[in-house]
């Protein structure tokens, strides 16, 4: 998992609160990622930054928002509108293309419980 | 939707035999990688191949390409316990950095 930590490790929410997962790199990694797994299935995209102060939505961003003030953090908060959170989320960083490293380098995750 | 599919869906087999899974895409890509993952845990990088290879190895892992058939397998030869995990192949298409990943294959190696 190296280089990327996320935290907490488990999260429980109550209906109708926010919360907000960490994402760190200490790797100088432009392009940040979330991913949601739920059970027995391949990962799904909610958001994505390819550099600082910039992101874009992936293919599952309803009720969840991002931010990305600095190059090391990009945290996740789920939102109330997010119906069905309960999941593993992961994060994780690349260099940029241009440098001709594309693999990703993901984070231990945060599973998130629904009270 | 998922770009690949992964078969089979579970793998079971005794340590020191060859596993092999397949992943099926859908669209024209640029690369192909496959990670693993163990349970309740992060992925981890394998193996990458681009468009214009067939075959790439490092050291217990083969992985072929198929662009024609847009399908491309792992093999794991001489199994071990510790390797026993879920594996996922994604694809890189257009632009950016951005992976779509499979449903993944869980492999059960027993000792």
């Known amino acids: 998992d190296g280089g990327i930590t996320q935290s907490p490790k488990y999260l429980f929410r109550k209906e109708g609160q926010n919360v907000t997962l960490s994402c760190e790199q200490n790797l100088n990694h432009d392009a940040m990622y979330w991913y949601r797994q739920d059970p027995g299935q391949g990962l799904r995209l909610i958001y994505y930054s390819q550099i600082v102060n910039d992101f874009q939505k992936g293919d599952i961003a309803e009720g969840y928002s991002v931010s990305r003030e600095k190059k090391e953090s990009f945290p996740l908060t789920v939102t109330s509108a997010q119906k069905n959170p309960t999941a593993f989320y992961l994060c994780?960083?690349?260099?940029?293309?241009?440098?001709?490293?594309?693999?990703?380098?993901f984070g231990p995750g945060t599973r998130l419980l629904v009270l | 939707s998922q770009q690949g599919e992964e078969d089979p869906q579970a793998l079971s087999i005794q340590e020191g035999e060859n596993a092999t899974m397949n992943c099926s895409y859908k669209?024209?890509?640029?690369?192909l990688q496959w990670y693993r993952q163990n349970s309740g845990r992060g992925l981890v990088h394998l193996i990458l191949?681009?468009?214009?290879?067939r075959e790439k190895h490092s050291g217990r892992l083969r992985v072929t390409l198929d662009t024609s058939k847009k399908s491309s397998s792992l093999l794991i030869t001489a199994s071990r316990a510790a390797d026993t995990a879920s594996y996922f192949c994604?694809?890189?298409?257009?632009?950016?950095?951005?992976?779509?990943f499979g449903t993944g294959t869980q492999l059960k190696v027993e000792l």
């Open positions: 994780a960083s690349s260099a940029r293309v241009a440098v001709g490293d594309e693999t990703q380098y």
């Open positions: 669209t024209s890509i640029n690369n």
């Open positions: 191949i681009r468009s214009n290879e």
């Open positions: 994604a694809t890189r298409a257009g632009g950016g950095n951005k992976l779509t």
